[in-house]
């Protein structure tokens, strides 16, 4: 399994940046997805996450009405729209395939894109 994240790029406060991640391997369609993020000396913390099937949505309370995390099974892609975007969101974005229980414990994610940088200027 390969994920590549990308999307990530330099924008002002107040605007909006869309991620993606594309996958490869098998049965992208039979596993949850998640999205973290990490900022510079900080621990990688999870932001977003999206059912198999796309139903059930999860959010960390900070990006909560501003992040939107969707995917499109047929095309083996996860995204994450970013609107609002505050100086705080500065961090480098990583999706990752879940396959355990927790949604907001990195524990629970096996494969891991390399993540893309996202710098939120004031």
């Known amino acids: 399994v390969q994920l590549q994240a990308s999307g990530g790029g330099l924008v002002q406060a107040g605007g909006s940046l869309r991620l993606s991640c594309p996958a490869s391997?098998?049965?992208?369609?039979?596993?949850?997805m998640g999205w973290f993020r990490q900022a510079p000396g900080k621990e990688r913390d999870f932001v977003a996450g999206?059912?198999?099937?796309?139903?059930?949505?999860y959010y960390a309370d900070s990006v909560k009405g501003r992040f939107t995390i969707s995917r499109d099974n047929a095309e083996n892609t996860v995204y994450l729209q970013m609107n609002s975007l505050k100086p705080e969101d500065t961090a480098v974005y990583y999706c990752a395939r879940k396959v355990m229980r927790q949604w907001y414990d990195r524990v629970a994610y096996d494969y891991w894109g390399q993540g893309t940088q996202v710098t939120v200027s004031s």
């Open positions: 999206i059912s198999w099937s796309g139903g059930s949505t």
């Open positions: 391997g098998r049965a992208f369609s039979t596993y949850d």
